[in-house]
């Protein structure tokens, strides 16, 4: 696997195996979520996302804008600036709390993820921010 994306607050993992952009249609997507956990499938570019988290499904459902209010363009953009900020924070353990911000994010813009991986990174950066007090970048909806 290639590419490996960790966010362990309590766990947030993509796996992809593409080296180049590929476009990833929603149905090839398969999502499960049972309580606190939610997973993502996309056999053909072989990754899976599974969000681990206290609230986050509840959140995502019940407070996140819904699915296509932002452009995948959008969420890209947003989630290159979290993940930059984020990795930043990894390597600063003496100013930002180490328990938070324990593992990088690999995350590849020339890769095409998907709206729904996207979708899923940028709300729980969101989610997270809100939840522990954090600032990644800009402001950060309140939602």
Not at 79 to 100: A, I
Request: glycine residues 4%.
């Amino acid at each position: 696997m290639k590419n490996l994306i960790y966010i362990l607050i309590v766990l947030l993992i993509i796996i992809g195996c593409s080296t180049s952009k590929s476009n990833v249609a929603s149905t090839e997507n398969r999502k499960k979520s049972s309580n606190d956990t939610i997973k993502i499938v996309n056999e053909e570019l072989e990754y899976e996302v599974i969000i681990i988290e206290p609230g986050f499904d509840f959140w995502l459902q019940s407070t996140a804008y819904p699915r296509g209010y932002y452009s995948q363009f959008y969420l890209e953009t947003k989630n290159n600036f979290y993940v930059m900020e984020w990795n930043s924070r990894v390597h600063q353990p003496q100013t930002y709390p180490p328990n938070l911000y324990e593992m990088t994010i690999d995350y590849n813009s020339n890769i095409n993820y998907g709206y729904e991986v996207n979708y899923l990174i940028y709300n729980y950066m969101i989610y997270f921010q809100n939840k522990y007090n954090q600032r990644l970048y800009g402001r950060v909806p309140s939602r």
